[in-house]
Every structure is written in structure tokens, then in C-alpha cells.
């Protein structure tokens, strides 16, 4: 298979071609990343598109000897996490549904920490969000992401400890959980 | 207080590495630690909330708009080198360019050279100067900074940052048992142009673009970083402060 670094020469050459290439590689990646980012098919698909178009502008500043994937996950999470700042909103909760739940009140905390975590996910530095993103959302493990990010496995793991950590005082100190 | 290991075995727990023996000695520890038994917790809650359960299809027509984008992004930028090409040339601009950024550089590295050194000249002594005026600000404002503030093993201190003459410093105070490193990384698209210790106790300054890091050889120490920033993304800065065993400390310092 055609590596990544070859397949963004050609792109720079102006080969169309070899950039659909890159789309069929990416795209349901960096949906996904946006989608679990935002929780929303459609802020998904359009942050899909905006990342697509500044990895074409952007192509001329990619370092061959680094991981495309990594590049391409970095612009994902920072423009899915742009967009969680552009969009702050409540939960709206639906009473009618909780109501006929068997456990209302745990989907409730449940559904809060999760929109408290979405919010938090932004404050982390990018370097812990990276980790997070890639354990929790991807399923990597701290060998895969190490890899992806060319560091130890040691580092994977402060950070991602490190990263936890930061998330659970957001949600104690917003009164869910403790 | 939670002691690291039980900490990192909680985490092992939720990722599913931890060893039999470790997972002994864990449930051992929560027996008797109702504050283990709640941050356990709050590290499922985290899990939880992030898991999905498979990766989800992008919708069918996703890919056409991808290209149909990227296409239009080719032909604004072919347009724009059009509309360039046919401006008239500013080949003295481009120049002028090329020797400010030179300078710009020399500048930033004749600052650098003289605080790591000591030597200090007419201009150097000018920057130094804005940078201690810049600590005076920083120090009467830190408690409306909302500073880090850090406390573990052998490290205890605060780190805060703010906004001064057109650029971000960020200061970290540090009081130290042994030899440490500090680091700060500023991110994509950042910066930084120079280092200052005020108080004895710090030296080997590093400055590599959005890294910037020293060694504190015990004692108090104040490192203050100037960086000079491209965004206003308000993205936080990444503190890594790591002794001989590795990493004692890692946070973000907030900038808005």
C-alpha cells in the first residue's frame, strides 16, 4: 500500500487523484473524532469538510517525516474542539423520557457528566486531549498511541493520568459525582 | 490523600492493564478508602462518557462535498497567485521582509544569549528591564490570575501567565527538594523569544519554538517564559515539571 508521505507528494504535484486518496484514507477517522467530540452527525459532517479543506491548504507545511496520521488527527480534535467553544449550550433534557426510564435520575447525572465533559475537553492542553481522545474514543492502546504520537509509553501514561485527573475536578467541581 | 500508586493502579483498572497482583492490591486499598472508592469513580464516569459503542458511517454524500471543497479552496488559490502575478512586483517589500525577519531573529537571539550568560548590553538591559517590570504587574495581580497552584512529592509552587506589552509571559514559581526540569509547551502556533530567572536557582535555558524549559536545581526558583503568540485561540499552556524518576507534575495553565 501506498504510504501517506508518497500519497502527499503527488497531491503537491497536483495529482487529484492522489488526494481522494487521502479522503478514502481519513474520512471516517476524523468523522468520528468529530462526531464523539460533538455529539452531533451533523457538526460531524461539517467539521469533516472544514478539516479536509486546511489539510489541502495545508498540505506544502506537512513534515514527511512525522505521521500524517497524527497530523490530520491534531487538526480534527482543533477544529472539533473550535466548535464545542462556538457552541456552548444546555442540555436540554427531555422529562417525557426520563420520565418512563426505569433509572431517571442516574441518566441524568450520567447525561450531565457527559456534557460537562464535552465542555472540559477544550481546557485541557492539546498534548493531554490528544491521549484522551485517542484511549477513549479510538480504543488505542498506550503502546498504539505512543506511536501515533512518537512518544514513550511512559509519557502516554502521565498524560493521560494527568488528563483524568484535570476532567474528574471538572466534574466535582461542577457537583457531579463526590 | 491518595498515595501515585494507587492512582496510577486505578487507571490501569480502567484501561484493563493492571496485573492480578495489582488489581489485589487496589481492591485491598478501596476497602478502606472511601476517597479512593470516589475518585475511582469519577475516572469511570470519564470513561463512560467518552465510550462509544462502534465507529458511526459518515453519510454518503460526505465525500463529494469533501472534494467538492477542496476544489473550490484550489481555484481560490489559483485565482489569488493569478491576482499577484499580475500586481506589480515589490521585490524591495519581499527583501525588506527577508532582513526584518533576520533581524527580528538576531534580535531575539543576542536577548537570549546575553540573559543566559549574564552578559548584559544597552538593548538587552532595555528587555530585561520590561521583563522585571512585566514580574512587578505579574506579582500584584497574581491572586486575580487564578494561578496554578501545585503541591506534589518533592515540588510545591504556582504558575500563572498573563498578557503584557503585546505579549504572553508566563511565570512559574517553583520550590524544589531536588533537581528538576520545567517544562511549558505552548501548542501549535506559538512562540517562544525568551527566558528570565530573576532569582538564582535556574539555568539551562531551553527555547525551541513552542517548548520552552529549564533546570531548577533545588531550592526557589522564579522561571518566567516570553512567548509570543500568533492566535487568540486562549488554548492552554501544558506544565510539565519531571525529576530523575520522571514526571512529578503536568497541568494546564489556563490563559483566559
Not at chain 2, 43 to 66: C, N, Q, T, Y
Not at chain 2, 70 to 92: D, I, M, Q
Not at chain 2, 174 to 196: D, K
Request: glycine share 8%; aromatic share 6%.
Amino acid at each position: 500500500m501506498e504510504t501517506d508521505a508518497k500519497i502527499v507528494e503527488r497531491c503537491l504535484r497536483g495529482e487529484r487523484a492522489a488526494f481522494e486518496v487521502l479522503v478514502d484514507r481519513y474520512e471516517k477517522l476524523v468523522y468520528n473524532i468529530a462526531y464523539r467530540t460533538l455529539g452531533n452527525l451533523e457538526d460531524a459532517a461539517d467539521v469533516t469538510q472544514t478539516v479536509f479543506v486546511k489539510v489541502f491548504e495545508r498540505l506544502d507545511t506537512f513534515d514527511p517525516s512525522r505521521k500524517f496520521f497524527s497530523w490530520i488527527f491534531r487538526i480534527s480534535m482543533n477544529e472539533s474542539l473550535n466548535l464545542v467553544k462556538r457552541r456552548r449550550r444546555e442540555v436540554d433534557l427531555d422529562p417525557e423520557i426520563l420520565a418512563d426510564d426505569p433509572n431517571p435520575e442516574e441518566l441524568a447525572a450520567a447525561s450531565e457528566a457527559r456534557e460537562i465533559l464535552r465542555r472540559a475537553l477544550p481546557e485541557l492542553h492539546s498534548d493531554l486531549r490528544a491521549v484522551i481522545v485517542l484511549r477513549h474514543f479510538e480504543g488505542m492502546s498506550y503502546r498504539e498511541i505512543g506511536e501515533v504520537l512518537g512518544i514513550p509509553e511512559k509519557t502516554v501514561k502521565s498524560r493521560l493520568f494527568s488528563a483524568r485527573h484535570a476532567l474528574r475536578r471538572s466534574l466535582v467541581r461542577l457537583g457531579v459525582g463526590e | 490523600m491518595i498515595p501515585d500508586k494507587m492512582i496510577e493502579y486505578m487507571n490501569g483498572e480502567i484501561d484493563g492493564t493492571n496485573s492480578d497482583s495489582e488489581s489485589a492490591a487496589l481492591r485491598e486499598f478501596l476497602r478502606s478508602s472511601e476517597e479512593g472508592r470516589r475518585y475511582l469513580e469519577g475516572l469511570r464516569r470519564i470513561g463512560e462518557a467518552f465510550e462509544a459503542p462502534e465507529s458511526v458511517e459518515p453519510p454518503p454524500d460526505l465525500r463529494e462535498k469533501i472534494l467538492a471543497s477542496a476544489e473550490g479552496a484550489r481555484t481560490r488559490s489559483r485565482e489569488g497567485r493569478e491576482a499577484r502575478r499580475l500586481l506589480p512586483r515589490s521585490g524591495v517589500r519581499s527583501r525588506g521582509g527577508l532582513v526584518f525577519s533576520f533581524a527580528g531573529g538576531a534580535l531575539a537571539g543576542i536577548l537570549l544569549f546575553s540573559l543566559l550568560t549574564g552578559w548584559i548590553g544597552e538593548e538587552a538591559r532595555e528587555n530585561e528591564d520590561r521583563l522585571y517590570g512585566t514580574l512587578g504587574f505579574l506579582d500584584m495581580e497574581r491572586d486575580h490570575l487564578r494561578p496554578l497552584r501545585f503541591e506534589n512529592g518533592p515540588v510545591v509552587g504556582s504558575a500563572w501567565t498573563t498578557v503584557s506589552d503585546g505579549r504572553r509571559v508566563v511565570a512559574i514559581e517553583i520550590g524544589a527538594e531536588e533537581e528538576v526540569t520545567v517544562e511549558v509547551r505552548a501548542g501549535e502556533g506559538r512562540r517562544f523569544t525568551g527566558a528570565s530567572f530573576p532569582k538564582a536557582g535556574a539555568s539551562r535555558a531551553e527555547i525551541d519554538g513552542e517548548r520552552a524549559a529549564c533546570a531548577v536545581e533545588g531550592g526557589s526558583c522564579l522561571c518566567v517564559f516570553a512567548l509570543e503568540e500568533s492566535d487568540e485561540s486562549g488554548s492552554p499552556l501544558l506544565l510539565t515539571i519531571a525529576g530523575a524518576a520522571g514526571t512529578i507534575f503536568e497541568d494546564s495553565i489556563r490563559t483566559e
